[in-house]
T-cell receptor
Framework: QKEVEQDPGPLSVPEGAIVSLNCTYSNSAFQYFMWYRQYSRKGPELLMYTYSSGNKEDGRFTAQVDKSSKYISLFIRDSQPSDSATYLCAMSERDNYGQNFVFGPGTRLSVLP | SAVISQKPSRDICQRGTSLTIQCQVDSQVTMMFWYRQQPGQSLTLIATANQGSEATYESGFVIDKFPISRPNLTFSTLTVSNMSPEDSSIYLC??????????FGQGTRLTVV
């Protein structure tokens, strides 16, 4: 079993739809959870950063962490064609020196106008 | 936020040759990292670039194959040596300071023929 699993997609939705992207993980020591967006031929850019369980909202984006189920989600409301990208989840046990992130393989999302 | 310039953005190389990738950051950062992103797969950490000393390599990556330099707090290079088609991938530079997010360069798309 991989340490972080993510549905690779591709996922196609119509403009305006609510999108749900999910990751599951096996390491119960993970405490920091991130979602990155990666456009084609670009590096990943951070969308959301959360610590421990709970929800965090930023505009049309909501990150949800359920540590008891080892499951994290990213919701995109009122999706736009500009949201078309690959979304990577990442997680780590601590936030200090060293980059001990573990990334999911990414989900390709297409939002159709 | 940190602005990262990574060069070259892409290259096609003959097997058996070497390619050096440069990463320049617009501000001093604590940590610099090199990742590989193979098609359809997660980002995999190659090594942490340490200023003034040898890089710290992750399991499966060795200095002879991926020599890394970091002469100062804003610059690092990764060399992919004696390339084979299996080295075809996207190579990404990442930077981080404790307590902040990780920033990524736009990546170098390498094709080995």
């Amino acid at each position: 079993q991989k340490e972080v699993e993510q549905d690779p997609g591709p996922l196609s939705v119509p403009e305006g739809a609510i999108v749900s992207l999910n990751c599951t993980y096996s390491n119960s020591a993970f405490q920091y959870f991130m979602w990155y967006r990666q456009y084609s031929r670009k590096g990943p850019e951070l969308l959301m950063y959360t610590y421990s369980s709970g929800n965090k909202e930023d505009g049309r984006f909501t990150a949800q962490v359920d540590k008891s189920s080892k499951y994290i989600s990213l919701f995109i409301r009122d999706s736009q064609p500009s949201d078309s990208a690959t979304y990577l989840c990442a997680m780590s046990e601590r936030d200090n020196y060293g980059q001990n992130f573990v990334f999911g393989p990414g989900t390709r999302l297409s939002v159709l106008p | 936020s940190a602005v990262i310039s990574q060069k070259p953005s892409r290259d096609i190389c003959q097997r058996g040759t070497s390619l050096t990738i440069q990463c320049q950051v617009d501000s001093q950062v604590t940590m610099m990292f090199w990742y590989r992103q193979q098609p359809g797969q997660s980002l995999t950490l190659i090594a942490t670039a340490n200023q003034g000393s040898e890089a710290t390599y992750e399991s499966g990556f060795v200095i002879d194959k991926f020599p890394i330099s970091r002469p100062n707090l804003t610059f690092s290079t990764l060399t992919v040596s004696n390339m084979s088609p299996e080295d075809s991938s996207i190579y990404l530079c990442s930077v981080k300071t404790v307590g902040t997010e990780a920033f990524f360069g736009q990546g170098t798309r390498l094709t080995v023929v």
